[in-house]
Antibody
Framework: QVQLVQSGAEVKRPGASVKLSCRAS????????VHWVRQAPGQGLEWMGI????????TYARKFQGRVTMTRDTSTSTVYMELSGLRSDDTALYFC???????????WGQGTAVTVSS | DIQMTQSPSSLSASVGDRVTITCRAS??????LNWYQHKPGKAPKLLIY???SVQSGVPSRFSGSGSGTTFTLTISSLQPEDFATYYC??????????FGPGTKVDIK
């Protein structure tokens, strides 16, 4: 079945970077873009960006430009999201999600908790 | 950037109630509007795409309508498993996406 499986929880110090992974299975990896979305405690869903696994091109939300990098490894059907300059307000649950036709997100990963604390 | 608003921000309802949530875009987005249900600690779930198309497997009590700048999500008869937060999301142009702030539906 179609699945996105994300890497495990992370604890980071302020100023550090974190790199999360999202491994796809059950479909042709190159055919579907992948989004990253996060939810901070007590906050709503926040869209971070989208990557095209076919050519590796990515578009980022204005808020995260300069701090986020999305990449992919086609040999393992995995997309990565690296966030640098971590602050306490980056503490959140991070999700990857498969895109359908650059329109909606139909399959989601289970989420990865990132805690930023000194 | 396109901004999304939702109303109400929260509501209390009883099982069996009809619930309507409104989502507004800061500019016309045609029908590039989707609805998700989200429960704490879980992955969001797609309910409605393209404003009014029900995702496969989603109960028929969920429906969506609207176009342009104003959209609604309706739950015709609220069930216990429907208590959650609901988000609209726009996908109009240039690979930039935005979620609304969410509407929390809880038990009266």
């Amino acid at each position: 079945q179609v699945q996105l499986v994300q890497s495990g929880a992370e604890v980071k110090r302020p100023g550090a970077s974190v790199k999360l992974s999202c491994r796809a299975s059950g479909y042709t990896f190159n055919y579907y873009y992948v989004h990253w979305v996060r939810q901070a405690p007590g906050q709503g869903l926040e869209w971070m960006g989208i990557i095209n696994p076919n050519d590796g091109s990515a578009t980022y939300a204005r808020k995260f430009q300069g701090r986020v990098t999305m990449t992919r490894d086609t040999s393992t059907s995995t997309v990565y999201m690296e966030l640098s300059g971590l602050r306490s307000d980056d503490t959140a649950l991070y999700f990857c999600a498969r895109d359908q036709m650059n329109y909606y997100m139909d399959v989601w990963g289970q989420g990865t908790a990132v805690t930023v604390s000194s | 950037d396109i901004q999304m608003t939702q109303s109400p921000s929260s509501l209390s309802a009883s099982v069996g109630d009809r619930v309507t949530i409104t989502c507004r875009a800061s500019q016309s987005i045609n029908s590039y509007l989707n609805w998700y249900q989200h429960k704490p600690g879980k992955a969001p779930k797609l309910l409605i795409y393209a404003a009014s198309s029900v995702q496969s497997g989603v109960p028929s009590r969920f429906s969506g309508s609207g176009s342009g700048t104003t959209f609604t999500l309706t739950i015709s008869s609220l069930q216990p498993e429907d208590f959650a937060t609901y988000y609209c999301q726009q996908s109009y142009g240039n690979l930039l996406f935005t979620f609304g702030p969410g509407t929390k539906v809880d038990i009266k």
